[in-house]
């Protein structure tokens, strides 16, 4: 049971996304309302639905987010709500995963908040005036910390004559739209494509010469920045990619993780390295900390862990190119292989 002041673990539910599917954790970085409750089909869930609506602006504004927490198993199928997208998201939470993680009872009403750093704020039980409590605490709460953030900015990591060499690379070759990893609600890694979500195209180094160039760079001005700042020692480094963010379509990537599902649970840190600066927009920032940008000068770099939610705002003209590989170490692995093992049974089990 989850108290005022807990962080909020990260949890997979089945939701009326388009991949049907919602991580919780992918929603820090604003002020979160959730409303549990025993089915969407209660006059008293259907009150709360328009009372929400006139919360609708700020959720435009990416400034809150909105759950409904049904705990109904027939509400997934059964439910029209087509008229409530603009409203609010909804977890079908017929296993009760997510009423049990914050303790709250299949047969209960209760509104939770939960802060841009995902932890608990208020938790209030439903009644006739509960809902302006918890309006008057988000419209009056700080959009952001605003505070330092835990990540090392370099510059000269690249030499600039590098960097055009990668950029040619890049447009010599093929690139093609960058994926999403993502994970489903039983916990299994999957590939899809969301152009409202992440736009960018990718070209894999497969020169060897420029691997071999690109790796002596990070290890000689990297990673014993790396050691230094965080105390870790990297080991390993992996998706040797070159990016590109174009203004033709107005490349970006919403708010995401690095690390949170299978096949990249082991990666430690990343390594975001600009190779170019004739361009707008398209700079990185961390919306749990701050509303903040940050674009390193060409061949520069910004590295921060692989857990820390982060975002690539729209480059608005020209193009931005980057590579962005990330690092690991053995414990990192195992430990990675420990959780895809545990995954495994617990799927196994059903």
């Not at 908040?113 to 409590?133: A, C, G, H, W």
Request: net charge neutral.
């Amino acid at each position: 049971m989850l108290l005022q002041g807990d962080p909020v673990p990260s949890f997979t539910q089945y939701c009326n996304t388009d991949w049907k599917h919602y991580s919780f954790d992918m929603a820090a970085g604003r002020y979160i309302i959730l409303l549990f409750c025993p089915s969407i089909q209660t006059e008293t869930t259907q009150i709360a639905l328009n009372n929400l609506a006139s919360l609708k602006e700020l959720r435009q504004q990416a400034r809150i987010e909105v759950f409904i927490v049904s705990a109904d198993r027939n509400d997934r199928d059964s439910c029209d709500l087509r008229n409530y997208e603009d409203t609010a998201f909804f977890l079908f939470d017929a296993d009760l995963k997510v009423h049990n993680l914050f303790g709250v009872a299949s047969d209960q009403f209760m509104w939770v908040v939960v802060d841009p750093m995902l932890r608990v704020k208020k938790i209030l039980p439903y009644n006739q005036n509960s809902f302006e409590t918890v309006k008057y605490f988000v419209l009056n709460a700080p959009p952001y910390q605003d505070g330092p953030i835990p990540a090392l900015l370099l510059d000269s990591v690249l030499e600039a004559e590098f960097c055009q060499t990668l950029i040619n690379y890049f447009n010599q070759q093929s690139p093609i739209p960058s994926g999403i990893l993502t994970q489903n609600a039983q916990g299994k890694a999957v590939t899809t494509a969301s152009r409202s979500f992440k736009r960018r195209y990718d070209c894999i180094l497969k020169e060897p010469s420029l691997v071999r160039n690109l790796q002596a760079r990070i290890i000689r001005r990297v990673v014993p920045e790396i050691k230094k700042s965080f105390q870790c020692e990297v080991t390993g480094m992996d998706r040797m990619i070159v990016s590109c963010y174009d203004s033709a379509d107005l490349g970006c990537f919403a708010p995401h993780r690095d690390n949170t599902v299978a096949g990249a649970r082991h990666r430690l840190f990343a390594i975001s390295i600009n190779l170019n600066n004739d361009f707008d927009g398209g700079d990185l920032f961390f919306p749990e900390f701050s509303a903040r940008g940050f674009c390193p000068s060409p061949g520069g770099a910004i590295i921060f862990s692989s857990a820390l939610l982060h975002a690539v705002r729209p480059v608005t003209a020209g193009r931005r190119y980057a590579c962005l590989p990330f690092v690991f170490n053995e414990a990192s692995i195992t430990y990675a292989k420990e959780q895809d093992a545990k995954l495994s049974n617990h799927q196994a089990r059903g």
